[in-house]
Protein backbone atom coordinates (compact mmCIF):
# COMPACT_ATOMS: atom_id res chain seq x y z
CA UNK A 1 0.00 0.00 0.00
CA UNK A 2 1.06 3.49 -0.66
CA UNK A 3 1.34 6.02 1.94
CA UNK A 4 3.03 8.84 3.30
CA UNK A 5 2.96 9.57 7.48
CA UNK A 6 4.15 12.44 9.26
CA UNK A 7 5.20 13.11 12.54
CA UNK A 8 6.60 15.21 14.84
CA UNK A 9 3.83 18.01 15.69
CA UNK A 10 2.85 18.86 18.97
CA UNK A 11 2.35 21.47 21.18
CA UNK A 12 5.14 24.00 21.60
CA UNK A 13 5.79 27.77 22.47
CA UNK A 14 6.11 30.67 20.44
CA UNK A 15 9.34 31.11 19.46
CA UNK A 16 10.26 27.28 20.24
CA UNK A 17 11.56 24.65 17.35
CA UNK A 18 9.75 21.52 16.12
CA UNK A 19 11.50 19.01 13.31
CA UNK A 20 8.15 17.02 11.22
CA UNK A 21 9.37 14.23 9.57
CA UNK A 22 7.12 12.35 6.36
CA UNK A 23 7.97 9.31 5.54
CA UNK A 24 6.26 6.76 2.63
CA UNK A 25 5.82 3.17 2.30
CA UNK A 26 5.40 1.57 -0.94
CA UNK A 27 7.86 4.13 -2.80
CA UNK A 28 10.84 6.10 -2.80
CA UNK A 29 10.40 9.57 -1.60
CA UNK A 30 14.21 10.49 -4.05
CA UNK A 31 12.12 10.05 -6.90
CA UNK A 32 9.26 12.30 -6.15
CA UNK A 33 8.74 16.32 -5.31
CA UNK A 34 7.81 17.03 -1.91
CA UNK A 35 5.55 19.74 -0.57
CA UNK A 36 4.66 20.62 2.70
CA UNK A 37 1.24 22.55 3.33
CA UNK A 38 -1.26 23.24 6.25
CA UNK A 39 -4.37 24.08 7.21
CA UNK A 40 -5.39 26.51 10.16
CA UNK A 41 -8.64 26.43 11.98
CA UNK A 42 -11.10 28.85 9.53
CA UNK A 43 -8.74 28.95 7.07
CA UNK A 44 -7.39 27.83 3.60
CA UNK A 45 -4.84 24.86 3.06
CA UNK A 46 -1.63 26.64 2.26
CA UNK A 47 1.69 25.44 0.51
CA UNK A 48 4.15 26.05 2.79
CA UNK A 49 7.18 24.22 1.78
CA UNK A 50 8.16 21.86 -1.16
CA UNK A 51 11.63 20.78 -2.74
CA UNK A 52 12.13 19.40 -6.26
CA UNK A 53 12.91 16.17 -7.26
CA UNK A 54 15.70 16.01 -9.05
CA UNK A 55 17.55 19.15 -7.69
CA UNK A 56 16.46 19.35 -4.20
CA UNK A 57 16.02 22.67 -4.28
CA UNK A 58 13.54 24.26 -1.88
CA UNK A 59 11.19 26.81 -2.17
CA UNK A 60 9.00 28.57 0.80
CA UNK A 61 6.18 30.45 1.17
CA UNK A 62 7.16 34.15 2.42
CA UNK A 63 6.00 33.56 5.81
CA UNK A 64 7.96 31.07 6.70
CA UNK A 65 11.40 31.50 4.86
CA UNK A 66 14.51 32.08 6.91
CA UNK A 67 12.80 29.84 10.18
CA UNK A 68 11.75 26.83 8.00
CA UNK A 69 14.17 23.92 6.40
CA UNK A 70 12.74 21.73 4.17
CA UNK A 71 15.65 18.88 4.29
CA UNK A 72 15.72 14.94 2.45
CA UNK A 73 17.39 12.23 3.96
CA UNK A 74 16.98 9.54 1.14
CA UNK A 75 19.06 6.68 2.48
CA UNK A 76 16.07 6.71 5.11
CA UNK A 77 13.31 8.02 2.69
CA UNK A 78 12.65 10.69 5.18
CA UNK A 79 11.77 14.39 4.37
CA UNK A 80 12.11 16.66 6.97
CA UNK A 81 10.46 20.19 8.00
CA UNK A 82 12.37 22.54 10.28
CA UNK A 83 10.49 24.70 12.51
CA UNK A 84 12.22 27.34 14.25
CA UNK A 85 11.10 30.45 16.01
CA UNK A 86 7.70 29.36 15.68
CA UNK A 87 4.83 31.74 15.64
CA UNK A 88 0.88 31.67 16.61
CA UNK A 89 0.10 31.88 13.31
CA UNK A 90 2.25 28.81 12.45
CA UNK A 91 -0.53 26.77 14.24
CA UNK A 92 -2.43 24.01 12.26
CA UNK A 93 -2.60 20.56 10.73
CA UNK A 94 0.57 20.44 9.08
CA UNK A 95 0.40 17.11 5.62
CA UNK A 96 2.95 16.52 3.33
CA UNK A 97 2.64 15.54 -0.40
CA UNK A 98 4.31 13.40 -2.98
CA UNK A 99 4.62 14.18 -6.11
CA UNK A 100 6.13 12.59 -9.65
CA UNK A 101 7.10 15.60 -11.42
CA UNK A 102 10.07 16.68 -12.88
CA UNK A 103 11.68 19.91 -12.46
CA UNK A 104 10.10 22.72 -10.13
CA UNK A 105 8.18 21.21 -7.22
CA UNK A 106 4.60 21.57 -7.29
CA UNK A 107 3.21 24.28 -5.54
CA UNK A 108 -0.63 23.19 -5.47
CA UNK A 109 -2.20 20.70 -3.27
CA UNK A 110 -3.80 18.73 -6.78
CA UNK A 111 -1.04 18.61 -8.07
CA UNK A 112 0.91 16.11 -6.39
CA UNK A 113 0.11 12.30 -6.41
CA UNK A 114 0.15 11.55 -2.79
CA UNK A 115 -1.32 13.05 0.93
CA UNK A 116 -0.40 12.33 4.42
CA UNK A 117 -2.97 12.27 7.12
CA UNK A 118 -1.59 15.51 8.61
CA UNK A 119 -0.27 16.22 12.08
CA UNK A 120 -1.18 18.82 14.14
CA UNK A 121 1.42 21.95 15.57
CA UNK A 122 0.00 24.07 17.71
CA UNK A 123 2.03 27.15 19.16
CA UNK A 124 0.63 28.17 22.44
CA UNK A 125 1.99 30.44 25.47
Known amino acids: QLQLVESGGGLVQPGGSLTLSCTAS????????IGWFRQAPGKEREGVSC????????KYVDSVKGRFTLSRDNAKNMVYLQMNSLKFEDTGVYYC??????????????????WGQGTQVTVSS
Open 51 to 58: ISRNTGST
Open 26 to 33: GFSLENYA
Open 97 to 114: AAGYVPGLPPREWDEYDF
